[in-house]
């Protein structure tokens, strides 16, 4: 008899990843899109996995939480991480991507799949059977009403800002720098803007007085901690940016000198043709924004290709409505993913989709599956989905706060090699006990060369601290669970 096909709705991050995971370990797929025949308010075509804001999928340092999580993914033969390492470009210490060839990527491996099948409609009304819901924080009001339906009000709404786009030949070269901070990756990955103190001031004060656009009146002005606009970040402290993305430090100019403030530019694509000015989401009027960020150094003539925007972030309360497989509680045959669930970001998007058809596997199996240690970077996004207080409910990226605390006083430089040692030692017994021993080898080959841990224990590794140069205030650690807690 035909296998059942799990219903996935919207093909983003989550829903390409779980697709993907799902068809190759022979489970048949629907796959459902409303784009490009029904647009969100941040999409701009009909690709799957479409990166709608920033290019990165934050640092790939083994060591860094972010760059764990990669590896965990990559053991299972993640379909996202393995389109970014296809379409990377230079950022660093971080996975940057093309974002088109990334795209293209995705949507090819996904098409080609002969047990997944596309379905280019909007969902009005959930499928029946096993469905997985990755419609995103763009969720279209149809399904909205349904979530609210089987929800209640626990459904939360937030807005994100997001970071304009700059044209590379629009801008004064003479007056920018290449470095990556520390030197890091190739040494050059980031064009810098310098600021001295006093012109410093100027921008401040302008980015400080510039106007805004108001809110509507359904819309609360709550920002996501990690991902403030600039000028509401500004408002906080005259020293505020330059301790956030216009902290100077690592960055040399090359006259010698050390610059009072900077702005990091990264590059967009493999051409260089656009950069996005790191860590500058805004919700500025885009006349004041044009205004404003044309008195950075090297902007006078500056062509922006996007402005800053606001936009709507739709998640639910995941600690009162969702197992750590991801099942809804009150209706266990739908599972959410991605950033409905509450985890923040590209990455964390996608590992959702992917823990998620690794469970359905099982589940289709008949076996029982413990979901992932707390002590892995997979298991440490459900952790917090489900063990944050409901209350304080907020979505995260993937940082060393959300894991489970380490046994004993570790000192803080080395806490990062222990909890990677961590992850690997309990993901490799995951793997044996539930039946992945086939893709182990990948698993410990990917975890364990880099954090330098093959067979070691969590005791013989050490690894000093190492800061990822490339952090953006998007890409800053929210509170830890304990701090949540609190
Ligand atoms: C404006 C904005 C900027 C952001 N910037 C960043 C950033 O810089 N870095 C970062 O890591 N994360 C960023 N995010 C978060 C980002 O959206 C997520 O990281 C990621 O895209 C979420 O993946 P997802 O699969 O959950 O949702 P998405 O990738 O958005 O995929 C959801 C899909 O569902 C489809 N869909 C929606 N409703 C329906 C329906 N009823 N029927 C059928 N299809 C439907 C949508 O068209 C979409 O393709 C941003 C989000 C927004 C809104």
Excluded at 91 to 97: D, I, S
Excluded at 135 to 140: A, E, F, N, V, Y
Excluded at 338 to 361: F, P
Excluded at 392 to 418: C, M, S, T, V
């Amino acid at each position: 008899m035909d296998k059942p096909a799990v219903h996935i709705v919207g093909a983003g991050l989550a829903g390409s990843e779980c697709a993907y995971q799902l068809a190759r370990r022979g489970i048949p797929v629907v796959l459902h899109e409303m784009r490009p025949k029904k647009m969100t308010p941040a999409h701009k075509g009909g690709q799957l996995a479409e990166l709608v804001c920033s290019n990165s999928l934050r640092s790939d340092d083994p060591l860094h939480a972010a760059g764990l999580l990669k590896r965990e993914m990559e053991a299972f033969g993640s379909l996202i991480i393995g389109a970014a390492r296809h379409a990377a470009v230079p950022a660093g210490g971080a996975l940057a991507v093309d974002r088109d060839i990334f795209a293209d990527k995705v949507t090819a491996t996904v098409r080609a799949h002969p047990l997944i099948t596309m379905a280019w409609d909007e969902v009005t009304e959930l499928p029946e059977g096993d469905v997985v819901l990755a419609t995103g924080p763009l969720t279209s009001d149809a399904m909205s009403k349904v979530l609210l339906g089987l929800l209640g009000d626990e459904y939360l709404y937030f807005y994100d800002a997001i970071a304009p786009i700059v044209d590379a030949e629009s801008l004064d070269m003479s007056a920018l720098f290449a470095a990556s901070r520390y030197g890091k990756g190739d040494g050059d990955d980031y064009l810098n803007a310098p600021f001295d103190k006093e012109r410093y001031l100027a921008f401040y004060k302008l980015l400080t007085e510039a106007e805004v656009v108001e809110p509507h009146a359904f819309e609360t002005t709550q920002f996501f901690e990690g991902c403030l606009p600039i000028e509401e970040l500004a408002r906080r402290g005259v020293d505020t940016p330059r301790f956030g993305p216009m902290k100077p430090v690592g960055l040399t100019a090359p006259d010698g000198s050390q610059p009072y403030a900077v702005i990091q530019l990264r590059q967009e694509n493999l051409a260089k043709s656009h950069y996005n000015l790191v860590g500058f989401q805004s919700r500025l009027k885009w006349g004041e924004q044009k205004r404003v960020f044309r008195t950075i150094p090297g902007f006078q003539n500056a062509e922006f290709e996007r402005m800053g925007q606001i936009h709507r972030n739709t998640f639910i309360n995941a600690p009162t409505h969702l197992d750590k497989q991801y099942r809804l509680k009150s209706h266990p045959q739908i599972r959410l993913a991605g950033q409905i669930t509450g985890v923040e970001g590209y990455l964390e998007s996608a590992a959702s989709g992917l823990a998620i058809a690794l469970y359905l596997v099982a589940e289709r199996a008949g076996k029982s599956l413990e979901p992932f240690p707390n002590g892995t970077a997979l298991g440490a996004l459900s952790r917090h989905l489900t063990e944050s207080k409901a209350k304080h409910f907020q979505p995260a990226n993937i940082n060393y706060g959300l894991f489970e605390d380490l046994p004993g006083r570790i000192r803080k430089r080395e806490r990062r090699g222990h909890y990677a040692a961590r992850a690997h030692q309990q993901l490799r017994q995951w793997m044996q006990i539930y039946g992945f021993e086939d893709e182990l080898p990948a698993a410990s080959a990917a975890t364990a060369s880099e954090t330098g841990s093959s067979e070691t224990t969590v005791s013989e590794t050490a690894p000093s601290e190492t800061a990822a140069s490339e952090t953006t205030l998007s890409e800053t650690s929210p509170p830890s669970l304990a701090e949540q807690a609190g």
